[in-house]
């Protein structure tokens, strides 16, 4: 059974106040398309559908566009509200849109929705896990355990438990979370610390773990614990980028193929570099798309008056203008040497233990530096 894995579409978003809704509509029309194509038997959309938990009008027209479109080309749909999400809204109608093979994950009650499908290698469990937190996860278990989760590892471990997982059967799990050791982008809520870590292992008993949250396609663990990543770019640092839908496809059990569909915006994000004169001059842009999403940085030592004015002549799209110059750089230099003094030993080792291992100590970790260089001082 074949199955598209996208997630964080973030309809309504708009970055540097430029409004994505166009860019969505066409990126969504490609999809039905990919989806026809690869002959795929459902799509899995896991998490973060809207970019607010009040969507627009707008952005909640386009959805129903999207949902009545798959179901017209007859494919199953598998959606989780991700924590951009309200679960309430998400799960506003599911019970009459499961009659359309379109199943939404209901507001968390201490159960996960189980959709048993069959093919010739026998039986598919889909399980759909909406973003939990350790609060939802305490407030749906009260009563239920003695033993309240307090971590978002407790608290998702507490949830994956009660899952009665048939493991001589095939299992997939939609899921919206921080695996640790996912890379993460600029365009995503980041808790402080670290703090939603979940880790991989959670999810051993599922043939394939269809992730939303983080931006970045990837997998984490192991190859069938995957981020799909965003439809589109929505941040600077996602420039170079390409953006993809993920296709799953489940043969018999222990066997998951999977590989990646490039998908094509209607206006790319990237970023340039140079003096005033270098980025305006002809040849520098004739041979690009001056209608993407462009981040200048100029190099001039002296600021131009009206830049983003000036640039948006021959850049329309043009989002952000900064400056990369000596003055520029000194600024930097002396917010780089004021965060320093202002954070303790155990915080700059923390930061440094993060770039080293791209995941944050533990608490085990944490509370043992900090008893060490206690020690030393």
Known sequence: ??????????????????????????????????????????????????????????????????????????????????????????????????????????VYDGNVSKITLEDSYGRLNIYLLPFLKPASVRHALEGKTDEMPESY??????????????????????????????????????????????DAEIFHAFDYVALGHIHSPQSVGRKTVRYCGTPLKYSFSEAGQTKSVTVAELKEKGQVVTETVPLV?????????????????????????????????????EDIPDGMQKLRIIYPNLMQLEYDNSRTRQSRDVEAVRDIEQKSRTELFAEFYELQNNMPMSNVQAEYIKQMIEGME
């Open 265 to 301: 915006p209607l206006h790319d994000m990237r970023k340039i570099r140079g003096t005033y004169l270098e980025v305006t001059a002809r040849s520098f842009y004739e041979k690009t798309d001056t209608e993407d999403y462009i981040k200048v940085t100029l190099t001039d030592e």
């Open 153 to 198: 590892q407790d608290a998702i471990q507490a949830a994956v438990d009660r899952i009665c997982v048939d493991q001589s059967e095939r299992n997939l799990l939609v899921a919206h979370q921080f695996v640790t050791g996912a890379g993460r982008c600029d365009s995503e809520e980041v808790a402080v610390g670290g703090l939603d870590n979940v």
């Open 1 to 106: 059974m074949k199955f598209l894995h996208i997630s964080d579409l973030h309809i309504g978003k708009r970055v540097n106040e430029f409004s994505m809704i166009e860019d969505q509509k066409y990126i969504l029309n490609q999809i039905l398309k990919i989806s026809e194509t690869t002959q795929a038997d459902g799509v899995l959309i896991a998490g973060d559908v809207y970019d607010k938990t009040v969507p627009s009008a707008e952005a909640v027209q386009l959805f129903d566009s999207f949902l009545t479109s798959l179901s017209e080309q007859k494919k199953k749909v598998f959606v989780i509200s991700g924590n951009h999400d309200s679960a309430e809204r998400i799960a506003f109608g599911s019970q009459l849109m499961s009659r359309s093979e379109v199943y939404v994950s209901p």
